[in-house]
């Protein structure tokens, strides 16, 4: 049997004095308590910003020579990596292997506790590995306490392939951040529920794991100004926005855009440089092709 560890160091697993006396309190009171320490959250994101942008600029870099982008984490932290891995595809266009998120316990993990595989980093690192993790990848960690072993285990086998590695904790000198590349600290303090990181932790992962993925697929140039122009217009909802940002773009009428959108294969970017450029789909996918897929490029 293991010895027992004492984890009463960690900022995420102490008592919050803020809260105490949580559950003899009003229930408007109660609220209160949690939303005023929800504010203090994107503080503490802002605090982290140079080392997310460094994070991005690193993984963008790895996604355009080829790479891909994996995170990893066990509990709340990899369900929220498998959350903002899975809406890469709809949001942006991209291939479904482009971003993928690891969670400890597989799948089953998302919807069920499977606490036990946490605690062994070797499993983190299988687990990459049958995921077919590469080199050229670019693999981030996420664990709120910051030494999660599974995590751990993960990011130096991919450090031992010379991939480069990140890590996302909210703590600060965590083990985590000793062992990537590119480190990210999110000190959110104690939680309203002591050691409960599902929530400003959680919150915080999230905040980060947004930029992470937004910030990476801006780089690529699939997204233009503020608008998704890689969106996939699969529904009646995505046809419409599809439509709305060709007119916006590319400057014409709705009869306008819906007939570029039909004519480009459903493609916005090709649609939009199609109607604002009055050239042909074929001449339009060259241009593109010849920009690196930003439309920024071909259109100014």
Same mark, same amino acid.
């Given at each position: 049997?293991?010895?027992?560890?004492? +984890?009463?160091?960690?900022?995420?697993?102490?008592?919050?004095?803020?809260?105490?006396?949580?559950?003899?309190?009003?229930t408007?009171?109660?609220?209160?308590?949690?939303?005023?320490?929800?504010?203090?959250?994107?503080e503490?994101?802002?605090?982290a +910003?140079?080392?997310?942008?460094?994070?991005?600029?690193?993984?963008?870099?790895?996604?355009?020579a080829?790479?891909?982008?994996?995170?990893?984490?066990?509990?709340?932290?990899?369900?929220?990596?498998?959350?903002?891995?899975?809406?890469?595809?709809?949001?942006?266009?991209?291939?479904?292997?482009?971003?993928?998120?690891?969670?400890?316990?597989?799948?089953?993990?998302?919807?069920?506790?499977?606490?036990?595989?946490?605690?062994?980093?070797e499993?983190?690192?299988?687990?990459?590995?049958?995921?077919g993790?590469?080199?050229r990848?670019? +693999?981030?960690?996420?664990?709120?306490?910051?030494?999660?072993?599974?995590?751990?285990?993960?990011?130096?086998?991919?450090?031992?392939?010379?991939?480069p590695?990140?890590?996302?904790?909210?703590?600060?000198n965590?083990?985590?951040s000793?062992?990537?590349?590119?480190?990210?600290?999110?000190?959110?303090?104690?939680?309203?529920?002591?050691g409960?990181?599902?929530?400003?932790?959680?919150?915080?992962?999230?905040?980060?794991?947004?930029?992470?993925?937004?910030?990476?697929?801006?780089?690529l140039? +699939?997204?233009y100004?503020?608008?998704?122009?890689?969106?996939?217009?699969?529904?009646?909802?995505?046809?419409?926005?599809?439509?709305?940002?060709?007119?916006?773009?590319?400057?014409v009428?709705?009869?306008?855009?819906a007939?570029a959108?039909?004519?480009?294969g459903?493609?916005?970017r090709?649609?939009?440089?199609?109607?604002?450029?009055?050239?042909?789909?074929?001449?339009?996918?060259?241009?593109?092709a010849?920009?690196?897929?930003?439309?920024r490029?071909?259109?100014?």
């Amino acid at each position: 049997m293991q010895p027992p560890i004492d +984890l009463s160091h960690l900022t995420t697993e102490q008592r919050n004095p803020r809260s105490h006396g949580l559950d003899a309190m009003p229930t408007v009171e109660m609220l209160r308590v949690f939303n005023e320490e929800d504010r203090t959250v994107a503080e503490a994101v802002a605090r982290a +910003l140079p080392a997310v942008a460094a994070l991005v600029d690193a993984a963008a870099e790895a996604l355009a020579a080829g790479g891909r982008l994996f995170y990893i984490g066990a509990g709340t932290s990899g369900r929220l990596g498998v959350l903002d891995a899975s809406e890469c595809p709809p949001t942006f266009n991209v291939p479904e292997d482009l971003v993928t998120g690891l969670i400890a316990g597989g799948d089953h993990a998302l919807r069920h506790a499977v606490e036990g595989v946490e605690d062994r980093p070797e499993e983190g690192a299988a687990d990459l590995e049958r995921a077919g993790f590469r080199p050229r990848d670019f +693999l981030v960690g996420i664990a709120a306490s910051g030494r999660t072993p599974y995590v751990l285990g993960a990011v130096d086998r991919a450090a031992a392939m010379g991939a480069p590695t990140g890590g996302i904790s909210c703590c600060e000198n965590a083990e985590l951040s000793g062992r990537v590349r590119y480190p990210v600290e999110v000190v959110t303090g104690p939680e309203v529920i002591a050691g409960s990181t599902r929530l400003k932790a959680g919150t915080a992962t999230k905040m980060v794991l947004n930029m992470i993925s937004s910030g990476v697929m801006v780089r690529l140039g +699939l997204v233009y100004s503020n608008l998704m122009v890689n969106v996939q217009p699969r529904n009646a909802k995505l046809v419409d926005r599809a439509q709305r940002i060709i007119m916006e773009v590319a400057q014409v009428e709705r009869e306008r855009a819906a007939r570029a959108l039909e004519e480009s294969g459903m493609d916005v970017r090709r649609a939009i440089v199609m109607a604002r450029l009055g050239v042909g789909r074929d001449e339009a996918e060259q241009l593109l092709a010849r920009a690196g897929g930003r439309l920024r490029a071909v259109i100014g």
